[in-house]
């Protein structure tokens, strides 16, 4: 499975980053800054990526286009370097999202104390609307 020194790996060396013109606020800044990072990682050339992985990512995530690319961008802070750490830790959290897996439900009864009260409520509430009818 992957772990976190994985990820790490992944991120050194075949992740890209891309920067651009971040929009909204920002004035002047926003016109000459490029501050909007793009994270790129192509997950059918991945060489550190099992068959399985490559599979797993590729079926479960949705920010995967046609071609393969894993892409995420992040334009929230008004520096690159912000961006950029947000980015990464976007990436880290989607993976180690998609390979945890989820733990099955357990059936259980409901308590005795529960059904008590349940039925209490139930109870309560007939009442209530049998007196709302009009007596015959």
């Known amino acids: 499975m992957l772990t976190a020194s994985k990820i790490k790996e ?3 060396r075949e992740v890209s980053f891309h920067t651009s013109h971040a ?4 004035g ?3 016109n000459k800054v490029e501050t909007k990072v793009l994270l790129e990682f192509n ?11 490559k599979g797993l990512i590729l079926s479960k995530c949705h920010k995967v286009n046609k071609e393969g690319v894993l892409k995420i961008s992040a334009d929230m ?3 690159q370097l912000q961006n ?12 180690l999202k998609l390979f945890t897996v989820k733990r099955k439900r357990l059936a259980t009864r409901p308590s005795k104390q529960s059904i008590i009260k349940k039925e ?3 109870r309560a509430v007939k009442e209530k609307k049998l007196n ?3 007596p015959e």
């Open 10 to 12: 992944l991120l050194s």
């Open 23 to 26: 929009g909204g606020k920002g």
């Open 28 to 30: 002047q800044n926003v």
């Open 43 to 53: 997950v059918t050339a991945s060489e550190l990526l099992t068959d399985e992985e």
């Open 77 to 79: 802070h008004r520096t």
């Open 84 to 95: 950029k750490k947000e980015v990464i830790s976007k990436f880290q959290l989607l993976l």
């Open 120 to 122: 209490k409520n139930k």
């Open 132 to 134: 709302r009818k009009k």
